[in-house]
């Protein structure tokens, strides 16, 4: 596995639809060949309109190689000035995760908090 999120920040002559079309694109070609469950369960991508950037995890094989079809598919479709890519650390690059990461841990929290309330009470059922 790779260390890498790259995010791709795009000029104002790219539209946000067709890089969100061709990511689409290079998820297709990643299923011929890692497999589509492979691809389901291993990349993620965010795109976000109002910076025009979008985010690819490629911490994964499927991943890596989703960002690596996505950038030849913008080579092939735009001049190498309509879009730069950086890595990013691993936090810094779906800023909802984090939110959500928060959420998922206060909720189970709370679901073991309730499961040790009934079993010290004696109402868990097997």
């Given at each position: 596995?790779?260390?890498?999120?790259?995010?791709?920040?795009?000029?104002?002559?790219?539209?946000?639809?067709?890089?969100?079309d061709?990511?689409?694109?290079?998820?297709l070609?990643a299923?011929?060949?890692?497999g589509?469950?492979?691809?389901?369960?291993?990349?993620?991508?965010?795109?976000?309109?109002?910076?025009?950037?979008?985010v690819?995890?490629?911490?994964?094989?499927a991943?890596?190689?989703?960002?690596?079809?996505?950038?030849?598919?913008?080579?092939?479709?735009?001049?190498?000035?309509?879009?730069?890519?950086?890595?990013?650390?691993?936090?810094?690059?779906?800023?909802?995760?984090?939110?959500?990461?928060?959420?998922?841990?206060?909720l189970?929290?709370?679901?073991?908090?309730?499961?040790?309330?009934?079993?010290?009470?004696?109402?868990?059922?097997?």
């Open positions: 596995m790779t260390p890498e999120i790259y995010r791709f920040r795009f000029c104002p002559t790219v539209s946000m639809d067709r890089a969100r061709l990511v689409a694109y290079a998820i070609a299923e011929r060949v890692h589509a469950g492979r691809v389901r369960l291993d990349v993620a991508y965010f795109a976000d309109d109002q910076e025009r950037s979008l690819i995890d490629a911490r994964t094989k991943g890596q190689t989703v960002a690596t079809i996505f950038t030849d598919l913008l080579l092939g479709e735009f001049d190498m000035t309509a879009f730069d890519v950086e890595r990013v650390a691993k936090n810094d690059g779906f800023p909802r995760r984090r939110l959500l990461g928060r959420a998922a841990a206060w189970g929290d709370r679901w073991r908090g309730a499961i040790r309330r009934l079993m010290r009470a004696g109402t868990v059922t097997y």
